[in-house]
């Protein structure tokens, strides 16, 4: 099976901006997690979308947003772009129900906001 | 919230020899405890998980234990390599409907030929 995808690998933004990523699951996973990775901050999830629906949410102010597709496919969008929001943003999928608990991650977007 | 605290956060190992990273967690309802490994721009890989109701869990030169009563786990690995260098992140979540997981701050371990 191929893995989890991530497009754009490669962003640059300047302030003010607002920006779309998008995550293509495993086949057959149906949750999407995304996660902020920064040097000062580590790892630190975002929200995930299961069945087209919101199903938890990170500490992270509502210039993040995202949505799940029929497909599974996500996208996050961010608002109102910041410095403090270059990092590089993560997605991971599982598939659902108890016990499917592993998380597979894409290769990540690299954003830089200048 | 949950809160993952993981140490060293640097550590250096001659080849051959074990490492040992350390993780406690602070909600005694987590019950799934996963190890990703990130080398340098790639993403994070999944090495070993563990659920609570196992004590112990093994696989060839890598291992990882769950203290459920001192809320901590640990990563062993032996006979390291140098490809073996790399951060490794130790992470904890409740199962049940939502995945999200707390990571630590994560280790790079370095292995010195």
């Known amino acids: 099976k191929a893995g989890v995808t991530q497009t754009p690998r490669y962003l640059i933004k300047t302030r003010g901006q607002q920006v779309t990523l998008s995550c293509s699951p495993i086949s057959g996973h149906r949750s999407v997690s995304w996660y902020q990775q920064t040097p000062g901050q580590g790892l630190q999830f975002l929200f995930e979308?299961?069945?087209?629906?919101?199903?938890n949410k990170g500490n992270f102010p509502g210039r993040f947003s995202g949505r799940q597709f029929s497909n599974s496919r996500s996208e996050m969008n961010v608002s109102t772009l910041e410095l403090g929001d270059s990092a590089l943003y993560l997605c991971a999928s599982s598939l659902a129900g108890q016990g499917a608990e592993t998380q597979y991650f894409g290769p990540g977007t690299r954003l830089l906001v200048l | 919230g949950e809160n993952v605290e993981q140490h060293p956060s640097t550590l250096s190992v001659q080849e051959g020899d074990s490492a040992v990273i350390k993780c406690t967690y602070s909600d005694s309802a987590s019950n799934y405890f996963p190890w990703y490994k990130q080398e340098l721009g790639k993403r994070p890989q999944l090495i070993i998980d563990i659920r609570s109701n196992v004590g112990e869990k093994k696989d060839q030169r890598i291992a990882v234990t769950l203290n459920k009563t001192a809320k901590h786990f640990s990563l062993h690995i032996t006979e390291t390599q140098p490809e073996d260098s790399a951060v490794y992140f130790c992470a904890a979540t409740r199962t049940g409907s939502a995945r999200q997981l707390t990571f630590g701050s994560g280790t790079q371990l370095t292995v010195l030929p």
């Open positions: 979308y299961f069945s087209e629906t919101q199903r």
